[in-house]
């Protein structure tokens, strides 16, 4: 009953079956670990974020490149400040405002940014505290290069003179004349009465969409798993049933009665064709 598991058929579903099964679980738990890691690096993140504001502030220079292991520490740099930009489109609180940003020239030639304060409202310079003068030490958060769409960043372009919609390196080298580091710092506490930054948390480091995308896919490869199985034991019933009508001559008394058929069809077809007799 079963000699049609040995068929080319079946040898083609069985082999596609055999490496579909191993193939989505791998790829269900790839995706699962992925999850596993975002939420990891959530909970790092966090823990590093509290602890960060209770350690000694290091020179900035020690700390560059900004990665998951130097954002948000507490750093602190010396130098002179100069152009000041205004980021608009920022959220605290669920209002809408603008962050204050002054690029800090240091010893070393590049400069700084520093986002010295929050500010609600449309973003205007007038309402912009200008900044101290001379020489000064700030201290504040680490924070890394921002990219369109992350962390609320707009992704517009063409900004008013005096406004940016990213604080980067890349953007900020378009709009002063001297190097910039790629990384910024949020003051600890805002300067002139403004409202200081919260620190963000580093990118990929969040429960965001995409970690829920990782478990979204990791449900899916293993339903796909269930329905492999369940397509291949209903394809297996089916035969197995077909199998037991032909043991039975079900299968071939259908078969014998289309024969049947097409043999009267095709008399009838010949007698049709057949001259019929003249009378005389």
């Given amino acids: 009953m079963y000699r049609f598991l040995l068929t080319p058929r079946w040898w083609g579903i069985n082999v596609f079956v055999v490496l579909a099964i191993p193939f989505c679980i791998f790829m269900g738990s790839w995706q699962l670990g992925r999850f596993e890691d975002r939420v990891q690096d959530h909970e790092t993140a966090s823990t590093q974020q509290e602890s960060a504001g209770r350690e000694a502030a290091r020179p900035l220079t020690g700390m560059l490149p ?10 602190t740099v010396t130098g002179h400040y100069d152009d000041q930009l205004l980021v608009p489109e920022r959220k605290l609180d669920d209002r809408e405002g603008f962050y204050v940003l ?20 449309e973003p205007d310079a ?4 200008a900044p101290p003068t ?10 890394a290069a921002e990219s369109a769409g992350s962390n609320g960043v ?12 990213a604080i980067s390196a890349a953007t900020l080298l378009n709009l002063v004349p001297y190097d910039v580091y790629d990384a910024w710092v949020t003051l600890n506490e805002g300067d002139s009465g403004m409202r200081a930054v919260p620190v963000s ?6 429960l965001d969409l995409k970690a829920f995308q990782n478990l979204g896919y990791t449900a899916e490869w293993f339903a796909f798993v269930g329905f492999v199985i369940f397509m291949w034991f209903r394809l297996l019933r089916r035969e197995v049933e077909l199998a037991r009508d ?9 078969e014998d009665d289309e ?10 077809s010949d007698r049709e064709a057949r001259p019929s007799p003249s009378h005389a």
């Fill in 66 to 75: 900004v990665d998951k292991a130097t954002v948000g520490r507490q750093t």
């Fill in 102 to 121: 002054t690029l800090l020239r240091t010893d070393e030639g590049e400069a700084l940014p520093v986002v010295r304060g929050w500010l609600p409202g």
């Fill in 126 to 129: 007038a309402k912009a505290p």
């Fill in 134 to 143: 001379g020489e000064v030490t700030v201290t504040g958060a680490l924070q």
């Fill in 154 to 165: 707009s992704g517009r372009s063409g900004w008013p003179a005096g406004q940016t919609g």
């Fill in 201 to 206: 948390a580093p990118q990929g480091t969040g």
């Fill in 246 to 254: 032909a043991e039975l001559g079900l299968v071939a008394d259908d």
């Fill in 259 to 268: 024969d049947d058929e097409d043999a009267g069809a095709g008399e009838g």
